[in-house]
């Protein structure tokens, strides 16, 4: 029924004759709608005796609506598109057409192989090991794990990056992914220069791309990934030296009856400074966590996260853009206490396989020196500003609804 009402509307668009449309059209609509409402307390700020003001605010992450189809070949080929795009039922993010995962492809005996907007091979084989959290909102990790989670594109020359943010959904992505062989996967990608246009071959930092590669083992109960990521020549702002950024990541997860249990470790590095005083600054970060089916339609998902402290050239400047933020490293014989640690708790009913309902709580402690510019880590969603004060703590409640279609 589904297939049929898409045809039908595509015909309409395009003017074909619906019936005969009908009969050979392989699309599918799919989606996620997500909202998450939520009460977030940011704690004192700079002026002594006032807090930064305390909000609630509405939260979409996730939501989407996409397309997508396949063309069986022969032989074992076929050709598969797939168009994903924001829905936001606020109305407040209008991204555009397939602004998530989207993408043309074609596979067989061979893998898959495909070209768009997607997630990079380090993030896929990262998220699975994030249990008890989500990657974005109030619940999400990966603000202090990975910089972030978001689509974004190589920065044109001269421009600021998102260079923090290592859970990427890249713009302008070239695929391929390994068959399954028991269960083991390999996948490699890496991102088209086309920002590089309108630039000398001389130039510094004129030809910024993203090269990512991940492995996973994923069978019965268990999951196990890695995964590596460069951002070649992303520091745009160093007067004449070409800066690249790394990340590394490794994790697994298990069921074990009514209960998932996951974790991972991971490090980002940054090249910083200028041709004449070149300097460099790496994190790392680890998370564990718990998805608990008591029983019934109940269940609780608890996670804890850690930052770990800036270290590097002393005095080497924090990262951020885009959303993502990495303090600075501390000059010599300032403490350092960069880091900042995560809790979150959920109770979670589960109405149906496709609908379920979340309740619950996350705080967020930063240590005294996590600061550039007087911002801090901060819950998802949330922003870091100058008016915090220094090791300053956050929380939130929240509630949110999930419908899959």
């Known amino acids: 029924m589904q297939k049929k009402l898409m045809a039908v509307a595509v015909a309409g668009a395009f003017g074909v004759p619906a019936v005969a449309l009908a009969q050979t059209s392989t699309v599918q609509v799919f989606g996620t709608i997500y909202v998450e409402y939520s ?57 555009g057409w397939c602004s998530r995962n989207s993408a043309l492809g074609m596979k067989g005996g061979f893998g898959n192989f495909f070209i768009g907007n997607w997630d990079t091979p380090f993030k896929r084989t990262s998220g699975p090991w994030s249990v008890g959290s989500n990657e974005t909102g109030i619940w999400g990790s990966s603000f202090l794990l990975t910089g972030g989670s978001t689509t ?73 990934g890695a995964g590596y990521e460069k951002h070649v020549e992303f520091n745009s702002l160093t007067g004449g030296r070409d800066g690249d950024d790394w990340g590394w990541h490794i994790g697994g997860a298990y069921t074990w009856g009514p209960v998932r249990f996951g974790g991972g470790w991971t490090k980002q590095k940054f090249e910083t400074g200028t041709t004449a005083a070149p300097t460099e600054s790496h994190v790392a970060a680890w998370h564990i966590g718990v998805d608990w089916r008591i029983v019934g339609p109940h269940g ?27 303090p600075a490293v501390p000059a ?3 403490p350092n206490n960069t880091g900042a640690n995560l809790w979150t708790i959920r109770y979670v009913y589960t109405f149906s396989k496709r609908t379920e309902f979340n309740l619950g709580y996350a705080r967020l402690d930063n240590d005294g020196n996590a600061v550039t510019g007087g911002a801090q880590y901060a819950i998802g969603g949330g922003t870091s500003p100058g008016l915090h004060a220094p090791g300053g703590s956050q929380y939130a409640w929240g509630a949110s609804m999930r419908h899959s279609f």
């Open 152 to 224: 974004t594109d190589n920065p044109p020359t001269g421009a600021t990056p998102a260079r923090g943010t290592f859970k990427r959904r890249q713009n302008g992505l070239l695929t391929y992914d390994t068959p399954d062989f028991g269960g083991f996967q390999g996948m490699a990608a890496f991102s088209s220069a086309q920002n590089a246009t309108g630039t000398l071959a001389n130039a510094s930092n004129n030809k910024a791309r993203v090269l990512s590669i991940g492995g996973q083992y994923s069978a019965g109960p268990l999951f196990i």
């Open 332 to 334: 010599l014989g300032v």
């Open 39 to 95: 009460y977030y307390h940011q704690g004192p700020s700079t002026t002594p005796g006032v807090n930064v003001n305390s909000v609630d605010f509405l939260q979409t992450p996730g939501s989407e609506i996409g397309f997508k189809g396949e063309e069986k070949l022969g032989g074992g080929l076929s050709v598969w598109f797939q168009c994903t795009s924001t829905a936001d039922p606020r109305g407040l993010s209008q991204n």
């Open 300 to 326: 609780l998902r608890a996670s804890y996260t850690q930052a770990g402290d800036m270290k590097g050239t002393p005095g080497a400047v924090g990262i951020a853009g885009n959303g993502a933020f990495r």
